[in-house]
C-alpha cells in the first residue's frame, strides 16, 4: 500500500524555523517527484514546492523562495521540507504528494502555527 | 500564473441528483507535449486532499464512474451523475500545465440539500 507519512509540524513563533518530514512507502520512492502542498485554516489549496528525482531540480510558489528549501533522502525513503524565517502566512495544514503535479498519493498533513 | 476560476462557490444538491462544476482557465491548458494537465481533486472534512481526476478525464484507481470529467483548453467541468451522501466536500481543478507554480481553483463547496 503506498503511504506517506508526515510529522513535523508545531507551534513556532514569527521568525522561526521547522522541518517537515514525510515518509514514504509501498512505492520505489527514488523513481518520483514529490511535492509539497497546503492549506490555510478554513482555505483552498497551495502548492509550496517539487522535487525531482534525485533532488537536482527544485522549484517553489513565490512566497516561500529563499526561506523555505525542499529535500530528499532517498535511502531513507523521506521528503523534507526546511522552513525558515516563518511568518503569520505560513500557517497552514502541510501536506506532502507524490508527482510533479501532485498525484494520487497525499500524506495525512501536518499542522504548523506561526504565532507572532 | 495560470488562475482557475470554479463555479459555482457553493453546490447543494439532492440525493441522486446530477451535479456539476465548471472551472475557467485564464490560458489554454493544452501543453507543448500535447497533454492537458488539469485534474480535480476531492476534499471531505477533515480529509486530506484526494485526486479524482487527471489530465481533464482520466479517473484515478478506486474512483466511483459516477465522477467524470471533461472539457479542452479553457474549459473544464467535473460531473458526478448521481450524488451520494459520501461526495459532500470541496472539489478543487488544478492545472500543471504552467508551471512552475502548480495551481488551483478556488474550491466548490458540495453539500446535500
Known amino acids: 500500500e503506498v503511504q506517506l507519512v508526515q510529522s513535523g509540524g508545531d507551534l513556532v513563533q514569527s521568525g522561526g524555523s521547522l522541518r517537515l518530514s514525510c515518509a514514504a512507502s509501498?512505492?520505489?520512492?527514488?523513481?518520483?517527484?514529490m511535492s509539497w502542498a497546503r492549506q490555510a485554516p478554513g482555505k483552498g489549496l497551495e502548492w509550496v514546492a517539487n522535487?525531482?528525482?534525485?533532488?537536482?531540480?527544485?522549484y517553489y510558489v513565490d512566497s516561500v523562495k529563499g526561506r523555505f528549501t525542499i529535500s530528499r533522502d532517498n535511502a531513507k525513503n523521506s521528503l523534507y521540507l526546511q522552513m525558515t524565517s516563518l511568518r503569520a502566512g505560513d500557517t497552514a495544514l502541510y501536506y506532502c504528494?507524490?508527482?510533479?503535479?501532485?498525484?494520487?498519493?497525499w500524506g495525512q498533513g501536518t499542522l504548523v502555527t506561526v504565532s507572532s | 500564473d495560470v488562475v482557475l476560476t470554479q463555479s459555482p462557490l457553493s453546490l447543494p444538491v439532492t440525493l441522486g441528483q446530477p451535479a456539476s462544476i465548471s472551472c475557467r482557465s485564464s490560458?489554454?491548458?493544452?501543453?507543448?507535449?500535447?497533454?492537458?494537465?488539469l485534474n480535480w481533486f476531492q476534499q471531505r472534512p477533515g480529509q486530506s486532499p484526494r485526486r479524482l481526476i487527471y489530465?481533464?478525464?482520466n479517473r484515478d484507481s478506486g474512483v466511483p464512474d459516477r465522477f467524470s470529467g471533461s472539457g479542452s483548453g479553457t474549459d473544464f467541468t467535473l460531473k458526478i451523475s448521481r450524488v451520494e451522501a459520501e461526495d459532500v466536500g470541496v472539489y478543487y481543478c488544478?492545472?500543471?500545465?504552467?508551471?512552475?507554480?502548480?495551481?488551483f481553483g478556488g474550491g466548490t463547496k458540495v453539500d446535500i440539500k
Open positions: 489530465k481533464v478525464s
Open positions: 490560458q489554454s491548458l493544452v501543453s507543448s507535449d500535447g497533454n492537458t494537465y
Open positions: 504528494a507524490t508527482g510533479r503535479r501532485l498525484g494520487p498519493c
Open positions: 488544478m492545472q500543471g500545465t504552467h508551471w512552475p507554480p502548480v495551481t
Open positions: 509501498g512505492f520505489t520512492f527514488s523513481n518520483y517527484w
Open positions: 522535487i525531482n528525482q534525485d533532488g537536482s531540480e527544485k
